[in-house]
């Protein structure tokens, strides 16, 4: 019983851990980083596409990300979608492919995304909490249906607070390892 629980707890931790990292590749740094273009969708024939289902996308450089549309004609399409985003970047279209120069982040926007990072974090924190809270309202529930004794629902409370801790320390230590790279020089 406690173990299906516990099982159910952290699979919802990992679920919000996850999604955490996922936001966070979003999030520009100054590097050159394909994800940063996850979000963003083109008009494929009247159908919203992701970009990287429509071209290849590459990183040649650090500074440098490259489109190239298996279709000429959505060049243009690709390139109005960029600027339409809020990546703060201006492409540069030609014939074959759109250009992606990355401009060097400036210290107060570095500062910017840090708070963005840390607002991700307390997202993240709280989804954590959350999962906590449905697993001790879980074995608090079959302590009263007598499914489980007091010493078991105080041994489950103490392993789902355990859980806990570890997926907040995984998100914290991943959110400061974001930080550094994105206020590095």
């Known amino acids: 019983m406690i173990n299906d629980i516990k099982n159910d707890a952290e699979d919802g931790m990992k679920k919000a851990t996850e999604s955490f990292k996922r936001d966070l590749t979003k999030i520009r740094t100054g590097r050159a980083n394909t994800a940063m273009l996850d979000g963003i969708k083109v008009d494929y024939y009247g159908t919203p596409t992701p970009v990287n289902q429509v071209a290849t996308v590459q990183v040649v450089d650090a500074r440098l990300i490259t489109v190239k549309p298996w279709e000429k004609a959505m060049i243009q399409v690709i390139d109005k979608a960029i600027r339409a985003s809020d990546l703060g970047i201006n492409p540069v279209a030609d014939a074959e492919l759109v250009r992606l120069p990355i401009p060097p982040l400036t210290q107060e926007r570095r500062r910017d995304l840090a708070k963005s990072v840390g607002k991700q974090t307390e997202e993240a924190r ?53 930080e550094k790279e994105i206020m590095e020089l």
């Open 126 to 178: 709280v989804a954590i909490r959350a999962a906590r809270r449905d697993a001790m309202d879980m074995i608090k529930d079959a302590e009263k249906e007598k499914q489980i004794s007091e010493d078991q629902r105080k041994d489950g409370e103490k392993i789902v607070q355990d859980l806990t801790d570890k997926y907040i320390a995984m998100v914290d230590d991943i959110a400061k390892a974001k």
